[in-house]
């Protein structure tokens, strides 16, 4: 059964930093790749980032490019977004998702989220 | 960047209704489309990958069809269980784009 566990959201302050973790289990998980989607309060989804299995290619978000970077360790089946620079706007909850293998890569399974709260 | 829209943002519907949302890309985007279903303080849920495969799971009431820049959801017979929000989901290209949500509400 594919999980994936998000955590170490929190309340940081404009200007902060604050690095997000997703850890992975049930399906080999250098072999997909895996993005970020953030949700703001009473708002759409928005895709943030994503990075390929292993890590050689990575794509933003206009609105987080030069501010967050994903990475990942798949010796330790763990994605991460480091984020930068942080802005009241990046208020959400920021879900892990994984791609499917196919005809198209889209997101098949995803997190059940992490908070982020930017506020003075 | 591609721009995805979705009609309608909000929509009244009873259980057993026949139901269709809409999505529009704003250049085309072969079949590279995914559907979502979320539920409040839920993630999302795959329904639909590559425009009209049905993802393993989900119900045969729920189909989708498109191909270019035109795109629907079609849900055949509206169970309670269905009033969530739906998203579409471009996989054509980087940076990739949701549309704004349909939310499907009880009448």
């Known amino acids: 059964e594919v999980q994936l566990l998000e955590s170490g959201g929190g309340l940081v302050q404009p200007g902060g930093s604050l690095r997000i973790s997703c850890v992975a289990s049930?399906?080999?998980?250098?072999?997909?790749?895996m993005s970020w989607v953030r949700q703001g309060p009473g708002k759409g989804l928005e895709w943030v980032s994503t990075?390929?299995?292993?890590?050689?290619?990575?794509y933003y978000a206009d609105s987080v490019k030069g501010r967050f970077t994903i990475s990942r360790d798949n010796s330790k089946n763990t994605l991460f977004l480091q984020m930068n620079s942080l802005r009241v706007e990046d208020t959400a909850v920021y879900y892990c998702?994984?791609?499917?293998?196919?005809?198209?890569?889209?997101?098949?399974?995803w997190g059940q989220g992490t908070l982020v709260t930017v506020s003075s | 960047a591609i721009q995805m829209t979705q009609s309608p943002s909000s929509l009244s519907a009873s259980v057993g209704d026949r139901v269709t949302i809409t999505c529009r890309a704003s250049q085309g985007i072969r079949n590279d489309l995914a559907w979502y279903q979320q539920k409040p303080g839920k993630a999302p849920k795959l329904l639909i990958y590559a425009a009209s495969s049905l993802q393993s799971g989900v119900p045969s009431r729920f189909s989708g069809s498109g191909s270019g820049t035109d795109f629907t959801l079609t849900i055949s017979s509206l169970q309670p269980e269905d009033f969530a929000t739906y998203y579409c989901l471009q996989d054509y290209i980087y940076p990739r784009s949701f549309g704004q949500g349909t939310k499907l509400e009880i009448k």
């Open positions: 998702a994984k791609h499917r293998v196919g005809p198209t890569d889209t997101l098949d399974y």
């Open positions: 990075i390929s299995g292993s890590g050689g290619a990575t």
């Open positions: 049930g399906f080999t998980f250098s072999s997909y790749a």
